[in-house]
């Protein structure tokens, strides 16, 4: 079975195709329940389902998904069973435990076989958080190891280096430096071949070395192999030129701007891209090493090449140092041979050591330099004879002069020892530290050399490398935190130490900024950088050198606190927090004001794994932002009762329309003047089968939040208009009155609003001009210019607008004079105490006066008392609404009121 998700509100996961889900799952109700939650969380996806273990590893071997969703129990085998499965697999993707049977203690026992994560059927509103955190763990776990990879490549080219360097130092032998190179680099690069290719007696340059590839096994790539020793090509002459300069061939595509004969050649040898590298010392030009790509062409990269240069040097020195050795022993050939072959073993040594990139030390057996190549000046900036007959301790970095004397008491009781490459500090003349790699031999009984041999490649730069990577994959590039990876390394560190050591407590601080993409999305990405870079300057204000402050990525922060005794003290770090972010941000020569919403989690509730804390941290941060933003709620088991009744009211209210449960109550608006009925406002009711009637201040909060409220909106408008048209009909013989529609910002935002209207409209037979629309001051002050643009088109309809809440807000008087408005309502909370309060009473006449100049109406909301209805009849006021005159009654009510000619208002 597969399906696709339809698309919800903004998605958890920031991803260019939908995830691919993998459910284990027997039951058709959680499978939907499942979905639902995902699809709630605004998550774009698809997914199969399967419920044996045939199925399972048979859509495991054909298809790639981003993660399991498994059930524990299944008709033939369980979680566990399918978690193995997964392991066998090539698969590395998270695997999270969906059971409503399953036991803490079984849980727990799952997440040490190796699961991700687990999540009970009763609590499925955290499978979103929950599946979205471990997709972004496997993402920064394979970014970790792209680093690793990354290193490890570094090493292994270096050790290809070396094993050619080793070579040359420990047998200066062409016929077996020169095969070593080219079956290395054929390896390392992996080409289709690799040549080198130096001068015969006639100074025509043909190919004497082969990567053995070519060569090992009778087979047709062996004949090939074979046939090209020898041979005279003309690439070589071609550009022997630039070889003989120095310079590289680098030819990635063998096309038309080729000479055709070297076409010719490369069609003939199936060449798709070639480089060429000289070997070449001191200006002499001694042949070259060639790389072929027959089966694709390839875009030769920096650091291929460069590796090769380093590479075709080290054989150039080789090639040139033994042409001095054979010229030697022409030479010596004439006079006596003992004598004449200790000079030019004498010769060979000393060209290879002085000529050496790396640094060449003897000591004696009192561990005193008696030999330093050159090269100790160059890398060092010693001149040798200062450090002759010094001990080598004076130059090591303390901390590493244990373990270098270990190794040298090694190699001095087992001469024929060999050891790792050993890796020390060493001090230069500048007093500075650089890092060497040191290869050492036991020479002392050697009567040529009488000492202990080092051989000291400088690797700083390589360690240097090798940190940063290291630093890179746990640590936010953007502020320098520690990122999720590390910050869940120390949160489980801290609920170890907590299980050692008793009364260890710690808290988990979850930051995250208000209104931060307002200000990323007003200002620019390049400021809202540098907003957070300051606000993470501004935590280190509250740092203590115990804690951990961490960047889990945009807005998020969190705070590791430690060694603590009481919930009070991560509360006054909260309020700390709280009191730094009062003083403005200066970014880019702007003032900005930033706030927090900060979530506490105690880890007096004994948690077992790190991402449970960080989620009732997370879970009590939405609840500072809920109530208001700018502080901080410290974590309630309680919350989590709430978090899954707001997921249920949520997926029952996403069908709440089809099921018929939401009902249209009516509030009438009264002629304060007349006593007449003007209008009514059309409120919605939800009828819940299990829960009875939910209040508006409970639903129309989550339709806001999750996009509901589009269609909420679209529904009570409709429904409004169906009943405003109905009255019409069944009593004709009564004053007209309109009908007032509350209509969100995201809905009055809508492209296609105006012509939804039209359809209501059309469809229901009601004039606009029967019809009030209720917006608030927020829909202005987002988007003026779509908003003044909208109400036009309304105006051009003959449909009112009313101004809500007027009072609550910004209550700008420019937008009365620019925004064609009908009507203001004025808050239900400045007229509920108007008797005992003077200064609403002020704000009342100040708007009444403002409106009448204006030439706009009144309406006040919330009349309870004839005394407040005398009141705003004494101001002018043109209309109340409150339940003075009716509370919200359903149209059957409010039709008997309409009709019953003794009633009075």
């Known amino acids: 079975m597969s399906e696709r998700s339809p698309l919800g509100a903004q998605p958890l996961l920031k991803k260019s195709s939908p995830l691919k889900l993998l459910i284990l799952e027997d039951l058709r109700e959680d499978i939907e329940l499942i979905v639902l939650s995902l699809q709630t969380a605004g998550l774009i996806f698809t997914y199969d389902v399967v419920e044996t273990s045939a199925l399972y590893h048979k859509y495991l071997q054909e298809n790639s998904y981003d993660a399991v969703l498994a059930d524990y129990r299944l008709p033939e085998f369980n979680g566990l069973t399918a978690f193995r ?4 697999s090539t698969q590395e993707i998270p695997f999270i435990l969906v059971t ?64 050619i360097v080793q070579a040359i130092r420990e047998k200066l032998e062409l016929e077996i430096i020169l095969p070593t190179t080219v079956n ?64 590289a061939v680098v030819i990635n595509k063998i096309d038309d701007h080729l000479p055709p004969e070297l076409q010719a050649i490369a069609r003939t040898y199936q060449v798709r891209s070639l480089l060429l590298i000289p070997l070449l010392y001191q200006q002499c030009y001694l042949g070259g090493i060639a790389l072929h790509q027959c089966d694709y062409q390839r875009e030769w990269t920096d ?41 030019q073993s004498e010769r060979r040594f000393r060209a290879l050591i002085e000529n050496a990139a790396d640094i060449i030390v003897i000591l004696d057996a009192q561990l005193r330099f008696s030999y330093l190549s050159p090269s100790v000046e160059r890398i060092l900036g010693y001149h040798s004879h200062e450090l002759m007959h010094t001990s080598i301790f004076t130059l090591i970095h303390p901390d590493e002069a244990a373990e270098f004397t270990k190794a040298l008491n090694r190699i001095i009781e087992n001469p024929a020892t060999t050891l790792n490459p050993l890796e020390y500090r060493i001090r230069t003349y500048h007093n500075t530290w650089l890092i060497v790699e040191t290869l050492l031999s036991n020479l002392l009984n050697d009567p040529c050399v009488q000492g202990i041999v080092l051989n000291c490649h400088e690797i700083t730069q390589r360690k240097q490398i090798e940190a940063q990577l290291r630093h890179d994959a746990l640590h936010d590039t953007l502020t320098g935190f520690p990122n999720r990876a590390l910050l869940m390394d120390r949160l489980a560190q801290a609920i170890k130490r907590e299980k050692r050591r008793f009364g260890s407590n710690f808290a988990v ?28 300057e501004r935590l280190q204000q509250v740092r203590r050198s115990t804690d951990t402050i961490a960047r889990l990525g945009g807005d998020e922060f ?57 989620r009732d941290a997370d879970t009590a941060m939405y609840y500072a932002k809920n109530r208001g933003r700018a502080r901080y709620e410290v974590f309630d088991p309680s919350m989590h009762i709430h978090a899954l009744r707001q997921l249920h009211l949520e997926n029952d209210l996403r069908r709440a329309i089809e099921r018929d449960e939401l009902v249209v109550y009516y509030q009438p608006i009264i002629s304060l003047t007349t006593g007449s009925l003007q209008g009514v406002e059309a409120l919605v009711r939800w009828r819940h089968p299990q829960q009875g009637m939910v209040s508006p201040a409970e639903f129309i909060p989550i339709a806001e939040e999750t996009g509901l409220i589009v269609a909420l909106d679209q529904w009570v408008l409709n429904a409004a208009c169906e009943q405003m048209r109905l009255w019409q009909q069944e009593y004709p013989y009564l004053e007209p009155i309109t009908v007032s529609v509350n209509l969100s910002g995201r809905q009055f935002s809508q492209p296609d609003l105006i012509k939804k209207i039209d359809s209501i409209l059309n469809q229901t037979g009601l004039e606009g001009k029967y019809l009030k629309l209720e917006i608030t001051e927020t829909v202005l002050i987002e ?47 400045f007229v509920s105490n108007i008797e005992q309060n003077r200064s609403n009473s002020s704000i009342i006449r100040t708007i009444i006066t403002l ?55």
């Open 85 to 88: 499965l997964l392991q066998e």
């Open 100 to 163: 409503g049977s399953l036991g803490e203690e079984g849980a727990v026992e799952c997440l040490r076989a190796g699961m991700t994560d687990y999540v009970l059927k009763e609590r499925l509103f955290r499978l979103p958080t929950v599946l979205s955190r471990a997709l972004e763990e496997f993402e920064l776990r394979r970014q970790r190891q792209e680093a690793i990879d990354q290193i490890q490549a570094t090493a292994k080219r270096e050790a290809i280096i070396n094993r």
């Open 184 to 247: 290395e680099l054929h390896q390392a690069l992996q080409v289709s071949r690799c040549i080198i290719f130096q001068p015969d007696l006639e100074q025509q340059m043909r190919i004497q070395y082969v990567s053995a590839e070519l060569v090992r096994s009778p087979s047709e790539s062996t004949r090939e192999g074979h046939s090209l020793l020898g041979i005279y090509c003309n690439f070589y002459r071609h550009y022997g030129a630039d070889l003989a300069k120095g310079e």
């Open 303 to 343: 650091n291929e090449i460069a590796l090769v240069k380093t590479i075709a040097d080290h054989c150039a020195i080789a090639i040139h140092h033994t042409q001095l050795y054979q010229q030697a022993q022409t030479e010596l050939a004439q006079r006596q041979r003992v004598e004449m072959t200790l000079r």
């Open 509 to 536: 601080l979850f930051l995250d900024l208000d209104r931060f993409k307002l200000l990323n999305d007003s200002l620019g990405h390049l400021i809202g950088d540098e907003l957070l870079v300051a606000f993470a």
């Open 558 to 614: 969190v705070i590791l606190l430690e060694d603590l005794c009481k919930v009070e003290e991560a509360i006054l770090v909260a309020e700390r927090i709280n009191q730094v972010l009062s003083s403005s941000f200066i970014i880019d020569q702007q003032e900005v004001f930033i706030t927090a919403s900060i979530g506490v989690a105690f880890s007096a509730y004994r948690y077992q794994q790190p991402a449970q804390i960080l």
């Open 783 to 829: 988007n003026p210019n779509s908003a003044a643009e909208m109400l036009q088109q309304l105006i051009e309809r003959k449909i009112q607008v009313c101004l809500d809440d007027f009072g609550t807000g910004y209550s700008s008087l420019g937008y009365l004079h620019r925004f064609p408005l009908d009507i203001l309502k004025i808050d239900r909370s």
């Open 851 to 905: 409106a009448r100049e204006l030439g706009i109406r009144v309406i006040a909301e919330g009349v309870e008392t004839q005394e407040q209805r005398l009141f705003l009849q004494s101001l002018g006021c043109h209309y109340g609404q409150g339940y003075w005159f009716s509370p919200p009654i359903d149209s059957t009510k409010l039709s008997n009121l309409m009709t019953n000619k003794l009633h009075t208002w």
